[in-house]
């Protein structure tokens, strides 16, 4: 095949088939190449210009400051200075949303489990893509679900016949595969093997590639038999900054094609005529592409083509380096040098022979007086002329660094360098705001590549994790949490996660904890001066706290961090409007009745007090003749104890008389 790029008319042109898809990708991807060609030399120079390969310019002579480079670095140093963290949370931040909190905690748990793992990829990922993006003006990366699965035997299930007495079998055994572990992997991608279609904006873009280098063995385990007819690529020598090129093996130059018009990845050779392998979109996530949006460098709306920030300033660069060797040769040239007069052999041996405390005989010293003496028969360099022009050369290249450091955004304070003439702490700290604020929209693109990396990779996890790979990498059944974890899970895999579940950019550039710890107390300091003046509204009007509280909450908001703080303050307000609505309640006594139902109340109040008149009439009657009855019976029995009594004593008396003879 040749790389054709004539215009493509419609589907149609091309037959579904193996061999029509490899001729529609040979004419796709030759066209987009033709577009990046140009961007590609430019990358090469860039790269080689930051290391500093001069070894076949030609150009020997050649100084520079390198300025470029140490650019590049700084620049680096300020937008990367730690590894991030992940912060998932609610977006909306409701306080008795308790699927959505924990779901947040399941997702930033399984996340931050893999970025803190020593062998992920991700930390490392992110340095490699900010380092193409400032250099080339490109920088990518993409994420691969891995699973991994094993053979596992299912027994066959038997019962007893009860009329035979005989096993029979129910069910018989058969292996099936069963899933062991499963991640989901960052790649780096190197800035010329990541290919997209032409388009002016990252929205239209059809479909992006990925080139893989392939060895005869890797390719026939992944695509079969058919990978022996494949042209495989020898290595090219050469002294490229691309060591890949100096790989003793033969390998295969693979276009991983992700096409978001057919939603299907193509697997494709250039040269080759027949696509090796074609699949339905594997991962099913939103944008279907498998990389975020890469961070491209000074776009406009009319390409979707980088600029290098290199290409924006390259001529104060190159003017740098002018300067910078003239000053050097200038350099080179202040040196004791001079002329003098052959015949004046005395002054010959004065400068040639170095003797001290001696005195030199001259030859006719009469004339060797008239001529001038030493003066005369000496010209020196001039070297005061040769070191004004260098302060003058100098002083041109310290205003063309000056330009530089404007044009890219660079200033004397952030790469350590003094302000000329002094500056006081104030002007410093401005300084170091504005310089800032103009590379602030580079911190953010950084920021939002990292994020979108994690995005992708929470969407992944959402749609193919099992709910146990879950449970184990957030441990969420040890917490108090456990009973909304199956809703939680439920949630992370519904169409609305992503309306209540937010995954927040991290801060990624190099920590400032003198600034940190001046916003933190200058906060604290406001808010306790607001309480402080609001106590008298609050001992007024007890109700107008939750509302002050809000207004603490809006505050806090505009600090990175205060997610934390936030839901506090919440469950503050909450329980603060239980507590006034308790109180209200006690204060306020019960709710006033409806007159109907008040009516029938007092109508079943007076039956029920009449009846409860003469319940109290009959009782009292009852008691009274209970009282009278037990009084007579009383009495009765009084009058029989007396009479017994008498009796008994009769007796007494009679017995005794008797005994004693009497009557």
Same mark, same amino acid.
């Given at each position: 095949?040749?790389?054709?790029?004539?215009?493509?008319?419609?589907?149609?042109?091309?037959?579904?088939?193996?061999?029509?898809?490899?001729s529609?990708?040979?004419?796709?991807?030759g066209?987009?190449?033709?577009?990046?060609?140009?961007?590609?030399?430019?990358?090469?120079?860039?790269?080689?210009?930051?290391?500093?390969?001069?070894?076949?310019?030609?150009?020997?002579?050649e100084?520079?400051?390198?300025?470029?480079?140490?650019?590049?670095?700084?620049?680096?140093?300020?937008?990367?200075?730690?590894?991030?963290?992940?912060?998932?949370?609610?977006?909306?931040?409701d306080?008795?949303?308790?699927?959505?909190?924990?779901?947040?905690?399941?997702?930033?748990?399984?996340?931050?489990?893999?970025?803190e793992?020593?062998?992920?990829?991700?930390?490392?990922?992110?340095?490699?893509?900010?380092?193409?993006?400032?250099?080339?003006?490109?920088?990518?990366?993409?994420?691969?679900?891995?699973?991994?699965?094993?053979?596992?035997?299912?027994?066959?299930?038997?019962?007893?016949?009860?009329?035979?007495?005989?096993?029979?079998?129910?069910?018989?055994?058969?292996?099936?595969?069963?899933?062991?572990?499963?991640?989901?992997?960052?790649?780096?991608?190197?800035?010329?093997?990541?290919?997209?279609?032409?388009?002016?904006?990252?929205?239209?873009?059809?479909w992006?590639?990925?080139?893989?280098?392939?060895?005869?063995?890797?390719g026939?385990?992944?695509?079969?038999?058919?990978?022996?007819?494949?042209?495989?690529?020898?290595?090219?020598?050469g002294?490229?900054?691309?060591?890949?090129?100096?790989?003793?093996?033969?390998?295969?130059?693979?276009?991983?094609?992700?096409?978001?018009?057919?939603?299907?990845?193509?697997?494709?050779?250039?040269?080759?005529?027949?696509?090796?392998?074609?699949k339905?979109?594997?991962?099913?996530?939103?944008?279907?592409?498998?990389?975020?949006?890469?961070?491209?460098?000074?776009?406009?709306?009319?390409?979707?083509?980088?600029?290098?920030?290199?290409?924006?300033?390259?001529?104060?660069?190159?003017?740098v380096?002018?300067l910078?060797?003239?000053?050097?040769?200038?350099?080179? $040239?202040?040196?004791?040098?001079?002329?003098?007069?052959k015949? $004046?052999?005395?002054?010959?041996?004065?400068?040639?022979?170095?003797?001290?405390?001696?005195?030199?005989?001259v030859?006719?010293?009469?004339?060797?007086?008239?001529?001038?003496?030493?003066?005369?028969?000496?010209?020196?360099?001039?070297?005061?002329?040769?070191?004004?022009?260098?302060?003058?050369?100098?002083?041109i290249?310290?205003?063309?660094?000056?330009?530089?450091?404007?044009?890219?955004g660079?200033?004397?304070?952030?790469?350590?360098?003094?302000?000329?003439?002094?500056?006081?702490?104030?002007?410093?700290?401005i300084? $170091?705001r504005?310089a800032?604020?103009?590379?602030?929209?580079?911190?953010?693109?950084?920021?939002?590549?990292?994020?979108?990396?994690?995005?992708?990779?929470?969407?992944?996890?959402?749609?193919?994790?099992?709910?146990?790979?879950?449970?184990?990498?957030?441990n969420?059944?040890?917490?108090?949490?456990?009973?909304?974890?199956m809703?939680?899970?439920?949630?992370?895999r519904?169409?609305?996660?992503?309306?209540?579940?937010?995954?927040?950019?991290?801060?990624?550039?190099?920590?400032?904890?003198?600034?940190?710890?001046?916003?933190?107390?200058?906060?604290?300091?406001?808010?306790?001066?607001?309480?402080?003046?609001?106590?008298?509204?609050?001992?007024?009007?007890?109700?107008?706290?939750?509302?002050?509280l809000?207004?603490?909450?809006?505050?806090?908001?505009?600090?990175?961090?205060?997610?934390?703080?936030?839901?506090?303050?919440?469950?503050?307000?909450a329980?603060?409007?239980?507590?006034?609505?308790?109180?209200?309640?006690q204060?306020?006594?019960?709710?006033?009745?409806?007159?109907?139902?008040?009516?029938?109340?007092?109508?079943?109040?007076?039956?029920?007090?009449?009846e409860?008149?003469?319940?109290?009439?009959?009782?009292?009657?009852?008691?009274?003749?209970?009282?009278?009855?037990?009084?007579?019976?009383?009495?009765?029995?009084?009058?029989?104890?007396?009479?017994?009594?008498?009796?008994?004593?009769?007796?007494?008396?009679?017995?005794?008389?008797?005994?004693?003879?009497?009557?």
């Amino acid at each position: 095949m040749s790389g054709d790029t004539a215009p493509i008319k419609d589907n149609e042109q091309f037959d579904d088939t193996p061999q029509g898809w490899a001729s529609r990708w040979q004419v796709e991807l030759g066209a987009a190449k033709k577009v990046v060609e140009r961007w590609h030399k430019q990358g090469d120079r860039i790269v080689k210009r930051f290391l500093d390969e001069r070894m076949n310019d030609g150009n020997l002579k050649e100084s520079r400051l390198n300025l470029f480079t140490a650019n590049m670095q700084t620049m680096r140093s300020i937008l990367y200075g730690k590894i991030p963290s992940v912060d998932v949370d609610r977006r909306f931040a409701d306080a008795d949303d308790d699927e959505a909190r924990v779901a947040s905690e399941i997702m930033q748990r399984c996340l931050n489990n893999d970025i803190e793992d020593p062998e992920d990829s991700y930390a490392e990922t992110l340095v490699q893509c900010l380092d193409d993006r400032l250099l080339v003006g490109l920088g990518t990366a993409r994420v691969r679900y891995e699973a991994e699965f094993e053979e596992e035997e299912v027994a066959a299930i038997e019962e007893l016949d009860p009329m035979t007495g005989e096993m029979i079998t129910m069910a018989e055994a058969y292996t099936e595969e069963r899933k062991t572990d499963e991640d989901v992997e960052c790649d780096y991608v190197y800035w010329k093997d990541f290919l997209w279609s032409p388009a002016r904006t990252w929205q239209e873009v059809r479909w992006v590639a990925f080139r893989n280098y392939m060895t005869l063995d890797q390719g026939i385990e992944r695509f079969g038999d058919i990978f022996n007819s494949v042209p495989m690529k020898g290595p090219k020598r050469g002294t490229h900054a691309d060591q890949s090129k100096a790989d003793p093996w033969e390998r295969a130059e693979v276009w991983e094609i992700w096409c978001k018009e057919h939603e299907a990845v193509y697997w494709f050779v250039e040269g080759f005529d027949q696509t090796l392998d074609i699949k339905d979109d594997p991962l099913e996530v939103e944008g279907f592409f498998p990389c975020p949006r890469p961070m491209f460098a000074n776009l406009t709306t009319s390409g979707l083509m980088p600029k290098p920030e290199y290409v924006i300033a390259q001529d104060l660069y190159q003017e740098v380096d002018m300067l910078q060797t003239r000053i050097t040769v200038l350099t080179k $040239a202040i040196k004791v040098v001079g002329v003098y007069d052959k015949s $004046a052999e005395g002054v010959r041996r004065m400068l040639q022979e170095g003797v001290e405390n001696d005195l030199i005989p001259v030859d006719s010293w009469a004339m060797f007086a008239e001529k001038g003496g030493i003066k005369g028969a000496v010209d020196w360099l001039p070297i005061d002329m040769v070191v004004n022009t260098i302060q003058t050369l100098s002083g041109i290249r310290d205003n063309t660094i000056q330009l530089l450091y404007q044009t890219t955004g660079m200033s004397d304070i952030l790469r350590g360098g003094a302000t000329q003439g002094g500056a006081t702490a104030t002007e410093q700290s401005i300084k $170091a705001r504005f310089a800032s604020v103009r590379i602030q929209s580079l911190q953010d693109e950084f920021a939002r590549f990292a994020t979108d990396i994690q995005r992708l990779k929470a969407s992944i996890m959402a749609k193919h994790f099992d709910d146990e790979t879950f449970i184990k990498l957030s441990n969420i059944d040890r917490t108090p949490d456990a009973q909304y974890a199956m809703q939680a899970l439920q949630l992370l895999r519904s169409d609305f996660a992503e309306y209540r579940i937010a995954i927040k950019s991290e801060n990624l550039s190099m920590t400032d904890y003198a600034q940190i710890r001046q916003e933190r107390t200058e906060a604290i300091q406001g808010i306790s001066t607001f309480i402080s003046s609001a106590m008298p509204l609050v001992e007024k009007s007890p109700g107008a706290a939750p509302f002050l509280l809000e207004i603490v909450k809006w505050g806090m908001g505009g600090f990175k961090g205060a997610s934390q703080i936030e839901s506090v303050i919440d469950q503050a307000i909450a329980g603060l409007k239980s507590e006034l609505a308790a109180q209200q309640g006690q204060q306020q006594g019960p709710p006033p009745e409806d007159p109907k139902v008040k009516g029938q109340k007092e109508l079943i109040g007076a039956k029920s007090e009449a009846e409860s008149k003469k319940i109290q009439q009959q009782t009292q009657s009852d008691l009274a003749k209970i009282a009278a009855e037990a009084q007579a019976e009383v009495g009765k029995q009084e009058a029989q104890y007396k009479f017994n009594t008498m009796e008994n004593v009769q007796k007494v008396l009679g017995d005794e008389l008797k005994r004693r003879g009497g009557i």
